[in-house]
Structures are given as structure tokens and as C-alpha cells.
């Protein structure tokens, strides 16, 4: 069996890549915030830090969906 073949046959969920997520973690003393970003699920997600003023920019330009969970 291929890869392809297997990917076909898996019953995953269907990924809105235009999705965007933010889970705001911890906006720390020295100006750095600490956020998971995901795209299309968001409960697979990467942990960043930026600075407060490029995560504003971050999420403006990525029109994020925050999440509270």
C-alpha cells in the first residue's frame, strides 16, 4: 500500500486552513508574550514569544480566533 493510498483511506477531519488560532499563555515582565498558534485544528498548536508589539501585529495580520481554553 502507498502513502497516498493510506492517507486516502484515513478518516481525518477536514482542515480550514484560512483558520487561525491564539492562546494567549503569559504576558511577561520584559515585554515578551507567550502564545500557541495553530492553523486549521486548533488543538495542534506551537508554542511562540514575541514581542507585545510584533504579537499585536502577529495576530492582526493573521486575523486570529482567540482561544480561552
Known sequence: ?????????QNLPVVDLQRRYVRLLERRGDGLVSFEFSIGWPELAVELMLPAAAFDEFCTRHQVIWRED
Do not use: D
Open 1 to 9: 500500500m502507498t502513502t497516498a493510498t493510506t492517507l486516502e483511506t
